[in-house]
C-alpha cells in the first residue's frame, strides 16, 4: 500500500512539472491554456456531483446552485478584502467552500429524506431559487448584469494543482470509513441500516463535503474568470455536470477526469454551435446507455499496476462492442421485415 501511494505521489508530482513547464515555455497557447482551465474547474465541480450520485447514490440535478453560493462568496470576500494574493485565494476558497457547505445542510437535512426523482425535483428547485435569487439580489449579485471587479488571482498552474488537491482528497475520502459507509449506502441502504451504520448522518455528511468541493470549484471560477452571470449557472450546467459524472461512470474518479476534459475539449470545438453541441451529447449517452450503460469506466480507477493488462484487453472490448452492435442492427432489420410481412 505504502509503495502504491509513493508511486501516485510520484506521478502526480511529475505530471504538475510537466504541466508548469509547458506553460511556461509556451508550447500551450492562451487559448488552450483556457481550454485547460475552464476543464479542470468542471472536473472539480464534477468530481463533488460525483460523490453525491456516483459513491452515495443520490441524485442531485441542482448543483450549479452549489457551485453558485461558492463562486459569489468567494468573490465577494475578496472584494471586500486586500491581503496578499495567496491569502486572499485560500481566503476566498475557504469562503466559498464553506458558504455551499452550509447551504448543502440545509438543503440536504430535509431532502435526503427523499429517494430518486424526488429528491433530484427538490434539488433541481434549490438550484433554481439560487439563481433566481441571484438576479434578485442586485445589490448584492448585481442582478442579471452580474458582478463585476473580481480580482483575477488564478491562473491554469493554480486551478490545475487546485484539481490534484480536490482529486486526492476525494479518493482519500472515499477510501476511509466514512467513504465506505457511503458507498454501502449506495449497495443497499436497508442492509447498511441493518448492520448499524447511520444512513441519515452519512447521506447528509456526504452531501455537505459534495456541496464544500461545488463551492471550492465555484471560487475557484470566480477568481478565474473575473465576472459573474446567472448564465453560468443554469439548469443547463447541472445537467451537463450530471453527463460528465455518468459518461465517465457513476462512481470512478478516473471516469470524471477523462469525461470533464473531453466535453470540455468538444464545447469548444462546437462553441459556435450550441444546439448541434447538446443533439451531440444526446447522441453520445444513447450510444453509451446501449453499449456500456455503467460508462466508459464503470466503478474502476485506472491503476498503472492493471494497465499493461487494461491494455491488453482493450482489443477484445472493441471486438465485443461490434458484435453488439451488428447484432443490434440484424435485429432491428428482422423486425422492420416482420412488421413488413403482417
Known amino acids: 500500500m505504502k509503495k502504491a501511494y509513493i508511486r501516485n505521489i510520484i506521478v502526480i508530482v511529475s505530471a504538475y512539472l510537466l504541466f508548469f513547464a509547458m506553460m511556461k515555455s509556451g508550447f500551450v497557447n492562451g487559448y488552450i491554456e483556457t481550454v485547460i482551465g475552464f476543464a479542470c474547474i468542471n472536473i472539480i465541480?464534477?468530481?463533488?456531483?460525483?460523490?453525491?450520485?456516483?459513491?452515495?447514490?443520490q441524485l442531485a440535478l441542482g448543483h450549479a446552485g452549489f457551485m453558485a453560493v461558492g463562486a459569489y462568496s468567494g468573490a465577494l470576500f475578496?472584494?471586500?478584502?486586500?491581503?496578499?494574493?495567496?491569502?486572499e485565494i485560500i481566503g476566498a476558497l475557504i469562503v466559498g467552500g464553506f458558504v455551499a457547505g452550509v447551504f448543502g445542510l440545509i438543503i440536504g437535512i430535509p431532502a435526503l429524506r427523499l429517494r430518486g426523482d424526488y429528491l433530484g425535483i427538490v434539488t433541481?428547485?434549490?438550484?433554481?431559487?439560487?439563481?433566481?435569487?441571484?438576479?434578485?439580489?442586485?445589490?448584492?449579485t448585481g442582478g442579471a448584469a452580474g458582478?463585476?471587479?473580481?480580482?483575477?488571482?488564478?491562473?491554469?498552474?493554480m486551478i490545475f494543482l487546485i484539481m490534484i488537491l480536490v482529486v486526492c482528497f476525494t479518493v482519500l475520502f472515499i477510501r476511509s470509513r466514512h467513504g465506505r459507509a457511503m458507498i454501502s449506502i449506495r449497495e443497499n441502504e436497508i442492509a447498511a441500516e441493518a448492520v448499524g451504520i447511520p444512513t441519515t448522518f452519512y447521506k447528509v455528511y456526504g452531501f455537505f463535503i459534495s456541496a464544500v468541493i461545488a463551492g471550492v470549484g465555484g471560487?475557484?471560477?470566480?477568481?478565474?474568470?473575473g465576472y459573474l452571470s446567472e448564465t453560468s449557472f443554469r439548469f443547463m450546467f447541472s445537467v451537463e455536470l450530471l453527463i460528465i459524472v455518468v459518461f465517465g461512470g457513476m462512481g470512478s474518479i478516473t471516469?470524471?477526469?477523462?469525461?470533464?476534459?473531453?466535453?470540455?475539449?468538444?464545447?469548444?470545438?462546437?462553441?459556435?454551435?450550441?444546439?448541434?453541441?447538446?443533439?451531440?451529447?444526446?447522441?453520445?449517452?444513447?450510444?453509451?446507455?446501449?453499449?456500456?450503460?455503467?460508462?466508459v469506466f464503470g466503478r474502476r480507477e485506472?491503476?498503472?499496476?492493471?494497465?499493461?493488462?487494461?491494455?491488453?484487453?482493450f482489443p477484445g472490448q472493441v471486438k465485443a462492442a461490434i458484435i453488439k452492435m451488428k447484432n443490434l442492427l440484424v435485429g432491428l432489420v428482422k423486425k422492420d421485415k416482420d412488421e413488413v410481412i403482417k
Open 302 to 313: 485506472f491503476s498503472l499496476t492493471e494497465f499493461p493488462g487494461q491494455v491488453k484487453a
Open 78 to 87: 475578496a472584494k471586500a478584502v486586500e491581503l496578499p494574493a495567496v491569502v
Open 255 to 295: 471516469g470524471t477526469i477523462v469525461a470533464g476534459t473531453f466535453l470540455a475539449v468538444l464545447t469548444q470545438m462546437l462553441y459556435a454551435y450550441d444546439d448541434l453541441r447538446l443533439i451531440i451529447y444526446a447522441l453520445l449517452l444513447i450510444i453509451l446507455m446501449i453499449f456500456r450503460p455503467e460508462g
Open 219 to 225: 471560487a475557484t471560477f470566480a477568481l478565474y474568470q
Open 124 to 140: 433541481l428547485g434549490f438550484g433554481e431559487m439560487i439563481r433566481y435569487s441571484i438576479i434578485n439580489l442586485k445589490e448584492i
Open 45 to 57: 465541480v464534477a468530481i463533488s456531483l460525483n460523490l453525491a450520485t456516483g459513491f452515495l447514490g
Open 147 to 157: 458582478l463585476k471587479g473580481i480580482p483575477l488571482l488564478m491562473n491554469v498552474e
